[in-house]
């Protein structure tokens, strides 16, 4: 089976302080409470990894044992040539991947507070770049699944990318983000055309009302049309629906605590592809989806811990 991962590229770096990253509640939201306008800080740990959903993704399908593609844009720098070189020793395909002339390689850095949360200062840079990505080389991949991560509310080539999907024969799992879940009405049609929709509570939200993560599923379902939908709500797990089940997934309890929850989402969308496209039950593609999201929040950065082929967590 063979996947292709379209959307963005980012190189990332972690900083993590123990004291001067420690947070406070401020008006019902954490956070931190000793970085000063004009400080200087000192940082316990520095860690560079890569990100971006399409390439956190690509890697799961890649240890999965699946073959798997990045479709997307870097910029020509160092940056972007150590994205396209760790993709290549994942053994992801990186054939199509597009260099931008004009923008850097997207960039994030993220300040990681002691429970692993974060805050991510991000330039998008050549990851939001998609006119330079040519969607006919679906036909060229010719995979079965294509899981699209947000591709900046460009509905253009959405579009082209939904009908190149279609002629290849591939099968879509789409996890939007904002800046198309916000356009709503454009969105709708391109949502009857896929097969699995992934979304978290809060974009939920963006599309149907409801707090019950079984009744946003429902709802988003009926809205969108899709075979299959999935609304995450973190450590308060997740629920798939299709016509015939709904199936809830619970995160298992632990000690220890989470180093970094940078690449949760997309580890749990693509753990659960990854299964769901094997024709395993939505049981087991819900229950390796989070297992995934688990081993990697274990860990700094998005790809670290995810999950190997036989491996179980």
């Given amino acids: ?161 939904w009908d190149a999907c279609e002629q290849a024969g591939a099968h879509i799992m789409f996890n939007p983000g904002t800046l198309e879940l916000e356009q709503k009405t454009k969105l709708q049609p391109f949502l009857q055309r896929i097969e699995v929709l992934l979304v978290n509570k809060q974009e939920a939200q963006i599309l149907v009302q409801g707090e019950e993560l079984e009744d946003l599923a429902a709802d988003l379902r009926k809205f969108a049309g899709a075979k299959c939908v999935i609304v995450s709500d973190g450590l308060n797990g997740a629920v798939a629906t299709t016509l015939a089940e709904t199936v809830r997934a619970t995160v298992p309890k632990t000690d220890k605590k989470a180093k970094d929850k940078t690449g949760a989402g997309d580890a749990f969308g693509s753990g659960f592809l990854s299964r769901y496209a094997a024709k395993k039950s939505l049981t087991e593609a819900m229950d390796f989806g989070i297992a995934n999201a688990s081993s990697v929040v274990s860990q700094i950065g998005a790809k670290a811990g995810i999950l190997k082929k036989g491996i179980k967590k």
């Avoid at 560079?48 to 956190?56: C, D, I, L, R």
């Avoid at 240890?63 to 972007?80: C, L, W």
């Avoid at 260099?99 to 974060?118: C, F, I, K, N």
């Avoid at 200062?121 to 060229?140: F, P």
């Fill in 1 to 161: 089976m063979k996947f292709a991962c379209i959307g963005a590229a980012l190189q990332d770096v972690f900083l993590r302080d123990r004291d001067d990253f420690s947070t406070a509640k401020l008006g019902g939201r954490s956070v931190f409470d000793k970085i000063e306008l004009g400080a200087k800080v000192d940082i316990d740990n520095v860690t560079f990894s890569t990100g971006g959903g399409a390439t956190n993704a690509a890697v799961t399908f890649a240890r999965q044992g699946f073959e798997s593609d990045f479709i997307g844009t870097v910029g020509d720098d160092i940056a972007g040539m150590t994205v396209v070189e760790q993709l290549r020793t994942e053994n992801v395909g990186v054939g199509n991947v597009c260099y931008s002339q004009g923008r850097g390689t997207g960039y994030s850095v993220m300040l990681v507070a002691p429970d692993g949360e974060r805050t991510a200062l991000v330039y998008r840079g050549a990851s939001n770049t998609y006119d330079t990505v040519d969607a006919d080389v679906l036909a060229k991949v010719n995979p079965d699944w294509a899981y699209i991560t947000t591709l900046s509310g460009d509905f253009r080539f959405i579009e082209k990318l």
